[in-house]
């Protein structure tokens, strides 16, 4: 019943924009923090960025501090991320993940979207 379903990747080249968005549905959204995060491959997955369950928070990755902001909607169960001025190494699947502050019981993945920025 849990789901977190992300969408809005694609190709675009260097310098271009793109906004993911992530919908969930099946648990309190309001009182989860969520992230984004990617991978390459052959690479590790990284934190890319964060955002407590209220939207009072919020943290990035170095290589994307100044070009990504990501933020939510609780009345919409929706954190969306939105990148500006994308380079080739921000090429990655871009995964969607919830979680409560203070336990790892209670952690959800979406099933990514895909970003490559190419010209």
């Known amino acids: 019943q849990v789901q977190l379903v992300e969408s809005g990747g694609g190709l675009v080249q260097p310098g271009g924009s793109l906004r993911l968005s992530c919908a969930a549905s099946g648990f309190t959204f309001s009182i989860y923090a969520m992230s984004w995060y990617r991978q390459a491959p052959g690479k590790e997955r990284e934190l890319v960025a964060a955002?407590?369950?209220?939207?009072?928070?919020?943290n990035y990755a170095d290589s994307v501090k100044g070009r990504f902001t990501i933020s939510r909607d609780n009345a919409k169960n929706t954190v969306y991320l939105q990148m500006n001025s994308l380079k080739p190494e921000d090429t990655a699947v871009y995964y969607c993940k919830g979680y409560r502050v203070g336990t790892v019981d209670y952690v959800y993945w979406g099933q990514g979207t895909q970003v490559t920025v190419s010209s």
């Open positions: 955002i407590s369950s209220t939207g009072g928070v919020t």
